[in-house]
């Protein structure tokens, strides 16, 4: 199979980099669609597939695989509600707070943007919700609003009781909810997308990545025209690196991966934002301790003290607390993680970036820490070593391993 010519029409279609997923990908999205169809014939295939706007769109859906779920990296949302209520809202005592998720696949995001307002005392009806996919078949799943037990993952599902009722093995999402939201198909890579629409929160999170340094540089451009000059731009923690010199400076708020226009000057959120919330993890056993054997175990914090002392900026007690943990737990991932986010957080990129290189030792699908440490190689010149990390965080996205 000759797969040049379907590599070039998904990039004029969707902007897809087929780097980015893998030629195997393609190779293998094609090949449904022509089973599909019962045509045998590449040549036969590419013909209907370039000649018939349906059945292109038909392929398009194939390659674009959503993976999402309700409330993922939920430092963004906490970004998000502390922005709105905290500065857009007493800024404009009337009018429409306006949002955009794109793409929203099967509706996850632009709800749980909804369900944040809400919960944060956000007015209903004062905002509103505008949600894009370039594929219908997600966009009917969004507006039909059931959803199965994969778009509820962690161990906070408390909104799941107030925002949802059980239908079987199904939730289905409350109308207070879903009449937040607008729904419709939308392609970033049409010139005429997004012409005379303005919005105060932009959330375009892991879909740069899929896109060359051409297209990338496009789709920043038509997303910056689109936001309010005082706006919040929310990227995918792979993507951050990718606006460094495009107009935007990071909202510096830890795990939010937000962004604003460097002109921007309005206030930043009031007092820390929380840090990432790391799984407890068990002590190794006592003969394994031998080395810090003279560290009386009561001085030595926990993963959540040590994240408090981070939540309120005391940085470095936070730094030395996760060392003294790490000598007397040995290695962890988890701990591992905070201590990077941490140094990064004050500054210190060198101690970072070994933490999350440790991390990924431990933990090779780690997606934040390949997400941060891609930021960091970009911000050092390291193009290339970001690019490939980037790829690697792409392909666990869809699910093909490292």
């Known amino acids: 199979m000759t797969l040049v010519r379907f590599q070039t029409l998904l990039k004029q279609a969707m902007g897809l980099d087929s780097e980015s997923i893998g030629i195997s990908a393609i190779e293998r999205a094609v090949q449904a669609r022509q089973r599909a169809c019962g045509i045998a014939s590449d040549d036969a295939y590419y013909a209907l597939a370039t000649g018939s706007r349906a059945e292109l769109q038909q392929l398009v859906e194939a390659v674009a695989v959503p993976e999402t779920w309700f409330f993922r990296d939920r430092q963004a949302f906490a970004a998000m509600t502390r922005f709105a209520v905290e500065q857009w809202l007493p800024a404009h005592p009337e009018g429409m707070l306006r949002l955009l998720s794109l793409p929203c696949s099967t509706g996850e995001e632009p709800y749980t943007m909804a369900m944040a307002l809400l919960d944060a005392g956000f007015p209903a009806g004062r905002f509103r919700i505008d949600a894009f996919d370039i594929s219908e078949k997600v966009l009917g799943h969004a507006r039909e609003g059931v959803y199965g037990r994969n778009s509820f993952r962690g161990g906070d599902l408390g909104f799941r009781d107030r925002f949802f009722e059980q239908v079987g093995n199904m939730h289905r999402l409350s109308a207070k909810v879903r009449e937040e939201v607008r729904f419709a198909p939308g392609n970033l ?46 990227v995918g923690h792979s993507e951050s690196g990718i606006l460094i010199d495009k107009g935007f400076e990071s909202a510096r708020i830890p795990l939010a991966f937000a962004f604003r226009k460097a002109a921007a000057k309005t206030a930043r959120p009031r007092g820390p934002m929380p840090m990432p919330r790391a799984a407890p993890v068990a002590a190794r056993p006592r003969a394994a301790a031998t080395r810090v054997a003279a560290m009386p175990r009561r001085t030595v914090a926990g993963l959540p003290e040590i994240q408090r002392l981070a939540d309120q900026g005391r940085l470095d007690e936070a730094a030395s607390a996760c060392e003294a943990y790490l000598g007397w737990h040995g290695p962890s991932a988890d701990a591992l993680y905070l201590l990077g986010v941490i140094s990064d957080a004050a500054g210190n990129q060198p101690r970072a970036a070994d933490c999350y290189r440790k991390v990924l030792y431990l933990d090779p699908l780690h997606h934040e820490a390949l997400g941060h440490l891609a930021l960091l190689l970009e911000r050092r010149g390291d193009v290339a070593g970001a690019k490939r990390l980037n790829a690697r965080t792409a392909r666990l996205q869809q699910g093909g391993g490292r």
């Open 189 to 234: 890579m049409d010139p005429l997308f997004g012409q005379g629409a303005e919005y105060d929160v932009v959330f375009c999170r892991n879909l740069l990545i899929y896109f060359d340094a051409a297209d990338q540089a496009r789709a920043v451009a038509t997303l910056g025209r689109m936001l309010a000059a005082d706006g919040m731009f929310f």
